[in-house]
């Protein structure tokens, strides 16, 4: 059985070269940022990863979350964990020094997501809630509700979870029907069910803060009708402590295909007199409220897949060089030479890992514009970063996630029989990874929000913005004659995108769901060709360190070879993405529901 | 929970039309398989899979099948379904009439597996491993062990297992250790262990007999040393019933990912004296031996990718039409439509569905050939017909196995959260598809199959008479404007798998291993390609038959949509696999094991 490796020289890499993370230093709030720093803390979260949290990844697969009447038990193991995590100060790495936060950049959080994500990615479902409801509880709740609940929540002390979903109302909010009634008092009464609520109910942290989506009496209907609240587990005593238990509990935890280690709980509000709440935000301006933490909750969905897949990539490895079966062609293989000698695992294993390398540069690169959008001195910068992660988020999110999907299953494939068989663990990271296209906006929302909102609202200018970019890239490799593989493929691609991009602001004229129908193929095509993008310039800059590289030189032979194979190989699905965009809309829209129902 | 009703319409359609079922009653041997007796045999397997096995699929899957010390039990029910089963006559569908058999054509039992593999793939197993034994039995079997074991086996009465892998043998059956030696009676007694044992052990019939792998003493080394054996459970008595324990035992099951109602057991050999085996074939002839079943065994995987496949088609389209959720931006949608309205979620269930017809095309069709290659009364017909199955083979097991990883994801993602939950039942065909391509052949093994063993061996010859054979549809399709798309796309197809096979014709001048390192994607395209091919006849005879279809005209219309769909947004791919093989072996074998293991 392998243990996990945090990849530290990959992540430095794209921190460094792609994501220049020297350079965030220099933005007001992040001057301690250094990349002595973020290398010393990428350090310590390595270890603190696979010491603590991977060994648990497994067990808590098999002993997953349990329900019981007095509340839900979180895995053997996992309460110590947690109690490390937050005495190591992880919770709060990049929270606001106001409220006990390190202030680190969004990339710094990234990168450690990625190793909470990839040891124990059922456990790391813990802190990535409570980040989004920190951030919204930051943004909006007034002078007496952070006071109170804030410094608790980003020292990790309390956790928060996000209660959107009802049994009628999940992609789509309008339909929410928990209610919220005045109490007199400034607070409220809840009255609801929610679903599918990570981490809902636990015994890991001294109280849970649900941030609750629900209609106050009169409220407009639909998703202009929806207000937000804070509604603690345990109502707090005059010293400011957990004291009496609201009128809310786990009715059940479902029983999942993977991630047993994150429950995910049916939450009753009002069983009695009312679950107390406090809002949060105007009145009916919940889901406006809920846009502020969109971006970063999608952007960690990317990091969750990227995490999974490094975790399942470096089993599939260990094992392709420790399993030995066959004899390869390769004549220069060894007589009894492990299957990594197979060209075929070999494709495998660089189908996985150069995917991997592209979704890192996509997740930085991308958190290192969010920490610019929201730091930068120039309000034409942070406007244009704003732009370019508004534009990539839901490719982050999606392409990411997708990506997971194959990856993870190339994961068990290289096992071959074993990797069925579940105490080997590659089959844990298959079902775990099936969730992350579904939840936090299903990868169908993210490609109609890429084409139905980012593309056709500003008219494709941030898409062109980004186009630009790769064509600089593009003329930068023409001093590179090595890489011509990557020139080639990008240049296809910056010409593939540029012709699919102006179709759909063109079927955009026509009606958006002409426009969309084939959304999920061209956020496809935008991830495919940004990821080579990123890893033309991950190319170039290994190629000029080769030279002098010393023992480092296989480190940057990998680097320039996976971005090779990645435009070799994955490349050429561009054209395919961009066939079923430009083959247009009628193929899915002239096939009605009856038709499909026939037979 | 939708129910799983036997798609029979979709069936008869592609055995009349597209692997023309008629003509097989004329071969000798099948005079019987009138169309009508193919359709009568239909509807009954359709209601046996829909009211006898496909209730037992979610139940087996919970409670799987389970090891004690007594000897491993089935899933409950499943002891009575196979009784039924048996007492239908199922299991002899198409042995035949001389062992009782009903001697129906390949076709036939094609079309029944995909019933038994949709409503019940975990017990669809025991069956299909069956069928491989007395396969061999019946080529290979002396007249003393064909009459002592063949005719139960043919009812169903005794089960057959087949006994290949051990933990050091795996896809390289060269290193065999199982001994068997000589008991002086002319039986043998076999020592050692085998892994991955499909229904190895279990409690639905008096028997199980194994055809088992071993090695003669002083058997030369690697494949030429192994001898082909039948090791009964219990052996037989004065009156050839079961009657003592054999030296033999199942010492644990796996705990696997899916086909939990489908025991894996280790099967033990000789820990007493040895277990009693008979030798089946010539000495030494094992894997020769093996070969007689090999194209049967995987064309069924194939069967089983579609079977697994429809299943997670029809919960998944029942879910669409049932869930509501969201205003679809269709203006002629009804106020509360169901999923089944949006733009994103037709896509998906038609990405499931049209690669579902090109999968039953290809299965179907090559079952035709494979009866053709064995009936035909011209020598000439027999081999053309014997060349075309050993071409696509490789391409039904794989290529059919990949898809259903597809859809089967797919399946989940139409359902949202639902499709996580265990209960949906969506997961389940998520898990049991993931053996598929593992099994019987690794997927990879099936491309090097393609490449190494079919093309390079007649360079080329098969490939370029089915080339002939696409090209004369397109010709046809010159008579059919409304199906440009189709024939733009097959024509495509056409040049593009014409080029690639070139290529790789070429390679293989330089070495087997620069032609088979992208064989998989050569596969890919050839599966691609082929299912366009066969939906472009699907097309031509659905467009064929609109004009007078009345009250049919709705499932013509969706034949012809499904067939557009494909050609749309499916035959695409086409370009990314091609563009794989075109950009050559360099970008996977340039990157030697040590460069991979750097970082």
Not at 440 to 461: F, M, P, S
Request: proline share 5%.
């Amino acid at each position: 059985m392998s243990d996990y490796h945090a990849p530290l020289r990959d992540m430095l890499f794209v921190m460094t070269h792609l994501a220049d993370a020297a350079s965030l230093a220099e933005l007001p709030g992040y001057e301690e940022a250094t990349p002595d720093l973020l290398s010393s803390v990428l350090d310590e979260a390595g270890r603190f990863g696979s010491e603590r949290l991977a060994p648990l990844n497994q067990t808590g697969d098999r002993d997953g979350a349990r329900w019981t009447p007095e509340g839900v038990l979180s895995s053997p193991g996992f309460a110590d964990a947690y109690a490390d995590f937050v005495a190591g100060g992880w919770n709060g790495l990049t929270a606001t020094p106001d409220s006990g936060g390190m202030g680190l950049p969004t990339l710094m959080g990234s990168a450690t997501h990625e190793i909470w994500n990839a040891a124990n990615m059922a456990f790391a479902l813990c802190p990535l809630l409570s980040a989004s409801a920190i951030k919204l509880l930051e943004n909006h709740g007034d002078e007496a509700l952070t006071a109170a609940y804030l410094e608790k929540m980003v020292s990790g002390e309390w956790t928060g979870t996000m209660d959107l979903t009802e049994p009628q109302s999940g992609s789509d909010l309008a339909t929410i029907r928990t209610r919220a009634e005045p109490a007199g008092d400034g607070s409220y009464r809840l009255f609801g069910q929610k679903i599918y609520i990570t981490w809902g109910e636990h015994d890991m942290a001294a109280n849970t803060i649900h941030l609750v989506l629900a209609r106050l009496p009169d409220a407009p209907t639909g998703v202009k009708g929806i207000s937000l609240f804070l509604v603690p587990r345990y109502l707090l005593d005059d010293n400011g402590e957990p004291g009496t238990t609201n009128d809310m509990r786990a009715a059940s935890i479902e029983h999942k295909l993977g991630i047993h280690g994150s429950p995910t709980c049916t939450m009753v509000y009002g069983e009695a007199d009312g679950a107390v709440g406090y809002l949060v935000g105007p009145e009916n301006q919940g889901l406006r409220c809920m846009f502020t933490m969109m971006n970063a909750a999608r952007h960690k969905m990317g990091v969750q897949a990227l995490g999974l897949s490094d975790r399942a990539y470096q089993r599939a490895r260990a094992y392709a060089f420790d399993r030995v079966q066959g004899r390869p062609a390769d004549p220069d293989a060894p007589a009894s030479a492990p299957i990594a000698h197979h060209a075929d695992v070999r494709r495998m294993l660089l189908l996985m890992k150069s995917q991997i390398d592209a979704m890192r540069a996509l997740c930085y690169v991308t958190a290192a514009d969010m920490d610019r959008a929201g730091r930068a001195p120039e309000t034409e910068d942070r406007r244009r970063h704003q732009a370019r992660v508004d534009l990539l988020i839901p490719v982050v999110k999606a392409w990411c996630t997708e990506a997971a999907i194959e990856i993870t299953s190339l994961g068990v494939q290289v096992h071959g029989g074993m990797g069925y068989v579940e105490e080997t663990g590659a089959a844990q990271y298959y079902r775990d990874a099936r969730i992350i296209p579904i939840y936090e906006g299903t990868n169908g929302i993210q490609a109609i929000d890429l084409v139905g909102r980012k593309l056709l609202r500003d008219q494709g200018e941030a898409m062109r913005a980004l186009l630009a970019d790769m064509s600089a890239t593009r003329d930068e490799l023409a001093a590179h004659a090595e890489l011509g593989t990557i020139r080639t493929a990008l240049s296809e691609g910056i010409d593939a995108l540029g012709t699919a991009t102006e179709s759909l602001l063109e079927a955009g004229k026509l009606s958006g769901e002409q426009a969309t129908a084939n959304a999920f193929d061209y956020l496809m095509l935008v991830g495919t060709v940004t990821g080579g993008w990123l890893l033309a310039r991950q190319a170039m800059v290994a190629s000029d360190a080769l030279d002098k590289a010393g023992d480092d030189r296989p480190f940057y032979e990998q680097k320039v070879a996976t971005a090779t194979f990645y435009a070799a190989q994955i490349m050429p699905r561009l054209h395919a993405h961009a066939r079923v965009v430009a083959n247009g809309f009628e193929p899915v829209l002239s096939v009605s529901p009856a038709m499909l129902a026939a037979g």
